[in-house]
């Protein structure tokens, strides 16, 4: 070989390391997949350029008061007893106090069966309820109204939410899946949901990307007879065993 050809063979090689290397990148953040756990909260940065932060882990006292918000899977739909639903089961795998706020078919946009949507509820909560930490559940019941005025109701609700408990910590659950494979609509609003929490430094954790119900499970987890789509009464446990481990990973 000439000696010219040597830097060549060099250059070749270094390419092939660059490319290899990136390959490797490309694979580790799919596997990883940072966008779907909590603490991929994203703010403003310089000149309006959106930075990764770190939220702050939620500080709970030993038994806390938690104010669980939601529709119809927070009210315990489907369960052989409303309070066998995930809401109620959760203070016993958990260790919290609960206070169960769930209405069937309410949404942000849409009213419920028992009452109205989530603004118009919020903004009627006693305060003096004064919880530790509120997690606010759903909702796919808005997946059939347009995508238009979305965003303002979630944020309304939301700014009613932070009148009403001041002093209360903020977890978003977003939707679940219902049916499978997960509709496209409800994977807009938990796209929507996730970048209203960021955007105010709260913490949300997403069933649909972090796969909570799976080709594998649904059958136990989703009864889709009498149930019309909702957790039984097995799933039920499932989901609050699924959300004590969330939020116990937020508090550390």
């Known amino acids: 070989m000439r000696p010219a050809d040597h830097p060549r063979a060099r250059r070749s090689a270094w390419m092939i390391g660059v490319l290899a290397l990136a390959v490797a990148l490309v694979v580790s953040v799919a596997v990883w997949r940072p966008w779907t756990t909590p603490a991929a909260v994203v703010a403003a940065g310089a000149e309006g350029v959106a930075v990764p932060v770190a939220a702050a882990p939620l500080e709970l006292p030993e038994n806390p008061t938690v104010l669980i918000f939601g529709d119809s899977w927070t009210y315990g739909s489907a369960a052989s007893t409303p309070t066998l639903g995930y ?8 260790g919290w106090t609960t206070i169960v706020d769930g209405v069937r078919g309410s949404g942000y946009l849409k009213p419920g069966l028992d009452g109205p949507d989530f603004g118009t509820r919020i903004a009627a909560l006693d305060p003096a309820l004064d919880p530790d930490l509120v997690i606010v559940q759903g909702s796919i019941n ?8 979305y965003r303002e109701a979630v944020d309304a609700a939301w700014d009613a939410l932070v ?24 994977a807009r609003i938990d796209r929507a949901l996730e970048t209203a929490a960021a955007a105010r430094g709260w913490w949300y954790i997403s069933p649909v990307q972090d796969e909570w119900i799976t080709p594998e499970n649904y059958a136990a987890v989703i009864d889709t007879g ?3 789509d909702h957790p039984t009464t097995q799933g039920h446990r499932y989901l609050a065993e699924h959300l004590a481990a969330a939020v116990g990973a937020l508090s550390r």
Not at 177 to 184: D, F
């Open 87 to 94: 809401a109620y089961i959760v203070a016993e795998v958990a």
């Open 142 to 149: 808005d997946r059939r109204l347009p995508a238009d005025g």
């Open 163 to 186: 009148a009403v408990y001041p002093r209360a910590q903020i977890v978003v659950l977003g939707p679940a899946p219902q049916v499978l494979p997960v509709e496209a609509a409800t």
């Open 226 to 228: 009498l149930g019309r």
